[in-house]
DNA sequence: CTTTATTATGTCATTATTGACATATAGATG
DNA sequence: CATCTATATGTCAATAATGACATAATAAAG
């Protein structure tokens, strides 16, 4: 099994999700498209490791709500305590940067301004549910610890935010240099 | 022509280097095995985009050292100017933490651990090269800017280093929640 | 009134990427 | 003396991931 389908098993020992939920939820540290999930998800509902029910909605269009079976569960356990994948990145910008002196001043700033933009966006939307989830998490750290249902949202939050943050003030950084 | 091509055209064009060699210098911002790299590097010799000479080795293998040619050189240029691909993060690490109260403290801690220790080995590797670009680059930056041959590469290692160090913090961070 | 966006699911051909195999030399470790 | 690591190239089957297509309801924008 890959590690996608364990990332899926994880997202729903939270909470119980559909298909098009888990692939918004898991994007910010692992994005695949939808066509990558569905066939996944139907694979481990035959495996046994998820179930799912039908749920007909009148205005939208019928989902299917994905739950962790215990069979599931199991296999997070085992997977949590074998040895963890080097983490993958792919930045073509960073790939760009390499010949940014083929081109003159501003373009070459055009090319950072538009990454810019697009970190900006991602900073504005993980800083909304981070707030309010930082002052929760934290009170009740010293009762629940890790069994707090929302203890490692908010300790994934704090990295996605740390990250897009420290890819921002490069971005100052490197257009003060162009 | 796929981004990882344009890459591999983008690291030529500032120093003729070897599948192997661009292997190793594309790394941190593309993870790419040789099994890829070498059949890329064939097509694109056979687009003329790059040329290669044989060098006989004695002590190691014969090699061959690819350059860019100025089909290839015009082709990073339009390049450039296409919007940029989203940058791709996949990490398993991440996937983990959302199930990580199904085990206990000590074996999450660890799972923890094992990431810091990448981590730091990577950013011993970044240091070394960085101190003393820095120096030299920051001097030179007003009078040669972007036609300085490493201020890419300078301006590069800064992001790999400052990424490393915002992981190495988080997983502090982290770990005195555990 | 048409187009676009969001929610929601799915399939399938194509492309990208990996892992295993293969070969070859030198130096280090055991 | 055997094994491991690094350098260096390559192929190929298997897997992972994308992009295009398909369907369908609602709401908003032009």
Redesign the pocket.
């Known amino acids: 099994?890959?590690?996608?389908s364990y990332g899926l098993l994880s997202l729903l020992n939270r909470n119980s999700r559909?298909?098009?939920?888990?692939?918004?939820h898991i994007q910010p540290f692992?994005?695949?498209?939808?066509?990558?999930i569905?066939?996944l998800?139907?694979q481990l509902e035959q495996k046994g490791h998820v179930q799912?029910v039908h749920v007909p909605?009148?205005?939208?269009?019928?989902?299917?709500?994905?739950s962790l079976t215990e069979l599931g569960r199991e296999a997070l356990r085992q997977w949590i305590l074998k040895p963890t994948?080097e983490p993958?990145t792919?930045d073509e910008l960073m790939l760009k940067v390499y010949c940014i002196g083929l081109v003159d001043r501003d373009q070459a700033r055009k090319v950072i301004e538009d990454r810019e933009v697009f970190y900006r966006q991602r900073l504005l939307k993980f800083e909304k549910s981070y707030e309010q989830l930082q002052q929760n998490c934290e009170k009740r750290l010293d009762e629940l610890g890790l069994q707090d249902p929302q203890f490692s949202h908010y300790v994934l939050l704090h990295k996605a935010l740390a990250r897009v943050k420290g890819d921002l003030a490069w971005c100052d950084w490197v257009k003060a240099k162009l």
């Open positions: 099994m890959n590690t996608l559909t298909g098009y939920e888990l692939m918004q692992w994005q695949a498209k939808h066509s990558q569905y066939p998800l139907a799912f909605q009148s205005d939208k269009p019928d989902k299917k709500v994905y994948d993958v792919r």
